[in-house]
């Protein structure tokens, strides 16, 4: 016999309730039937699934139930539900008349609780969850990404891998043609000169980030999507929609702003679409146009541009990599470098014998090579610093920019006072200051950005990194004896550190110069590029210090280890690297009872040193 449904009708008394708390619920049968109740099932916020009430009694006609509200209960409206189990009144089943007995039935029913959070007492425990503010996501997230994907791709071990690698056809034609216009002037060279060559090569494949709307994915070749998930806080996505989302991201950050009659298409950095703009009157020419008609803006320029920073080239050279290649070379020479014994004299040049070839022509080619005198003038129109020692001639700048240090380190002074306000979820962390001071280096290196800039750190970083190649053969190795045991992260550093062990340079780690290198270089590229004039709410430089972070503070770290200067204290120090470098040599030296030894062992004849102190 089938079974008949009703409605029950549902009271809560109270409707509304405190937590701890108790609801007293009654439910009847919506039916003018004669039905009692056997049993009742309750469904309470909870008390889990069911509540089961069953009833002995015939003449049962409402079931009652109460709710014990936990006293951390959720505060909110919560629905009560009942299933009433019906069955005909025993004194209706064997009734007469002309209508058939009802048969037994369900009745369902529900009603609304809401519960209320109670008012807090004396000696009440209290639960307090706190997070970070949300983050606002902003399309340059995509440029500092490509930033580091570029960085990294003209890194030193990137650079012996590809020496070391099999070729790919594109840069296998790149160094045959090259190859035929780097003659050199000297006979027996072709080491050093397929070399230079290769190293040009690999510069040109791998410097700069390609600005196309149509190959999107250029820029992010080779990501470690892991970390990158970790740095814009997206562990949630999986590898092939974080990759579009950073693509989408990019491609709007390239196709933002207005654009030329003609060029509304062309994809560009918002900081050179801007400059763009600004020279509307003048053409776009082809790298190879030449001629008296091809005056105008090079189209490489604005849709390839090359992100690399001389402050690269600064910290290397302070970690005396171009001092101990060419003391090496001295040797190489035998000549003898300063007025006492020579270091380098009483070691056994034999194992060199492998890379004399590199070695002569890295001798002979010294004519075309940067000096400290040129690279250092480079600097000052920069960022204002000075890499030579005392004791050098006087320098003459035409142009310096004498505030970037200053403004430099105020940014890296409030990241690291938005960094604490970040921390602690008490606060709102305020990133107007951040905003204002990438505003103020953005204005600094913006203003040096002429004269060789970019034909100066091109051909600097293409030295440089022959130096390390030549520093991290395995020749070097067994002709300096360095520590095994600690982990340099590239091979170059080991000699370098034995070289100044020898010497009594400054006895810094090579670590800390190399990490003020390559943080520094990243930092500043993101401030040069990124368009942060037409920035106006601080969600962008909030992004930039999160992203930032581990760079930001280790190049922190990194300042305070080797000139012992702490850039998270106010009033900020902005004396030039190169003086506080000088004096922790003198405190080193004073400390040591070496400084009429270090006179006699100075190496004059190095660049950038002087028997003067």
Not at 87 to 113: C, F, H, K, M
Not at 211 to 230: H, I, M, S, T, W
Not at 348 to 354: A, V
């Amino acid at each position: 016999m089938p079974t008949n449904e009703y409605t029950a009708l549902v009271e809560a008394k109270p409707a509304e309730i405190e937590q701890g708390g108790r609801v007293r619920l009654i439910a009847v049968p919506d039916t003018s039937d004669d039905f009692h109740i056997t049993e009742a099932s309750w469904n309470l916020p909870g008390r889990g699934p069911h509540v089961v009430t069953t009833y002995a009694s015939d003449d049962v006609t409402e079931a009652t139930a109460v709710w014990r509200v936990p006293d951390d209960q959720t505060p909110g409206t919560f629905d009560v539900r009942v299933t009433l189990t019906l069955v005909v009144n025993p004194r209706r089943r064997g009734s007469s008349g002309s209508s058939p007995a009802p048969t037994d039935g369900i009745a369902r029913g529900l009603t609304e609780v809401t519960v209320r959070a109670r008012p807090f007492a004396s000696g009440d425990a209290v639960a307090v969850t706190m997070r970070r503010g949300d983050v606002v996501e902003t399309d340059d997230q995509a440029f500092w990404v490509a930033i580091r994907n570029s960085t990294r791709a003209l890194s030193f071990n990137r650079y012996l891998e590809f020496l070391t690698g099999t070729l790919r056809k594109r840069d296998a034609r790149r160094l045959a043609k090259l190859q035929k216009t780097r003659a050199l002037p000297f006979p027996d060279m072709d080491q050093y000169r397929v070399l230079k060559t290769a190293t040009e090569v690999f510069m040109m494949a791998n410097c700069g980030v390609r600005v196309d709307a149509d190959r999107l994915g250029r820029p992010f070749k080779g990501l470690d999507l892991d970390q990158e998930r970790v740095r814009l806080n997206r562990p949630d996505l999986d590898d092939d929609p974080f990759r579009a989302e950073i693509r989408s991201q990019w491609e709007d950050y390239i196709t933002e702003g207005p654009r030329l009659p003609g060029e509304e298409d062309q994809a560009y950095l918002p900081y050179l679409a801007v400059i763009r703009l600004r020279l509307g009157d003048i053409d776009l020419v082809g790298d190879r146009d030449v001629g008296v008609n091809t005056y105008g803006i090079l189209q490489s320029k604005l849709t390839n541009p090359c992100l690399i920073e001389l402050i690269w080239n600064f910290w290397h050279r302070e970690a005396h990599l171009v001092h101990a290649i060419s003391a090496l070379l001295l040797r190489f020479q035998n000549v003898r470098t300063g007025r006492g014994p020579d270091p380098l004299a009483h070691l056994e040049i034999d194992p060199l014998r492998p890379l004399s070839n590199l070695m002569w022509g890295m001798v002979n080619d010294e004519q075309h090579r940067l000096t400290d005198t040129r690279v250092a003038y480079e600097l000052f129109h920069h960022y204002g610093i000075s890499l030579l020692q005392p004791g050098q001639p006087q320098m003459r700048p035409a142009d310096s920019r004498v505030h970037f240090l200053g403004s430099f380190h105020r940014l890296l002074h409030v990241v690291s006072a938005f960094l604490k306000e970040d921390d602690d979820t008490t606060v709102l962390a305020d990133a107007f200051p951040v905003l204002n001071a990438l505003k103020e280096v953005h204005l600094q290196l913006t203003e040096g950005q002429g004269n060789q800039y970019l034909e100066l750190p091109w051909q600097a970083r293409q030295e440089d990194l022959m130096y390390q190649y030549m520093l991290a053969r395995p020749e070097m190795r067994e002709f300096l004896p360095s520590r095994t045991m600690v982990a340099y992260p590239e091979g170059w550093m080991d000699p370098v550190e034995t070289v100044k062990r020898l010497y009594g340079w400054p006895d810094a780690s090579v670590m800390h110069f190399r990490d003020l290198a390559v943080f520094g270089e990243q930092l500043l590229i993101g401030i040069r590029y990124g368009n942060w004039n037409d920035v106006l709410l601080p969600q962008q430089a909030a992004n930039w210090v999160r992203y930032w972070r581990p760079e930001l503070q280790g190049y922190i770290h990194a300042y305070r280890a080797v000139t012992g200067a702490d850039l998270t204290v106010d009033p900020v120090d902005t004396t030039m690297p190169s003086v506080l470098l000088r004096q922790r040599l003198l405190e080193q030296l004073a400390g040591s009872g070496a400084y009429e030894d270090r006179r006699r062992t100075t190496p004059s004849r190095l660049p950038g040193y002087s028997e003067t102190f």
